[in-house]
């Protein structure tokens, strides 16, 4: 029962994971600003990117794929599920369409849709490795780093200095469930 809890628990937060943006412009812009190396304008092409991107990849593929996109400091990362070559290459198109991207990232894999237990495992290994930073936060400043999980593979993605990026790929390639690092920063040495 408490491994059912725990499950509808990460189920809900990968449910509400896209709701955070809407809430966090609100009170918490100014801290979360405060803290990100990015400029207050580029913060909102990323939503922005990530919104339009994502609504036309739902247009033209709807429930054939399943697909992430992550986008920081106009990088987009696609993480997901498609089923063929031609698709992954379709979606990567739509993305590097979207007004001000400069570099996509596609990690699409050629696979089956992956299921609901498995995305409510990557919600939790993203959660632990997030929170593995802040019990490191002497190396570099967690919210430096943005962590995507899909499949047991991690991707980090900010812009950080190579010393941080070294600690947080660090950190996150010991915590429990990661089976692999991707690194997708951008170095500011």
Known sequence: MRYLNYLLFAALLAALQGCFP???TGVGTGVLMAADRRTTGTYIEDQ?????ASGRVAREYHDKVHVNITSFNRHVLVTGEVPDDATRTGVERIVA????????SNELVIAGLSSLSSRGSDTVITGDVK???LDNKNAFNP????VVTEDGTVYLMGLVFHK????????????SGVQRVVKVFEYLD
Do not use: G
């Open 97 to 104: 369409s979207v007004a001000n991207v400069k570099a996509v």
């Open 22 to 24: 809407v809430v966090a």
């Open 164 to 175: 941080e990026a070294d600690a947080a790929a660090e950190i996150a390639s010991t915590t």
């Open 143 to 146: 919210d430096h780093v943005k």
């Open 131 to 133: 929170l593995r930073f």
């Open 48 to 52: 922005e990117i990530e919104s339009k």
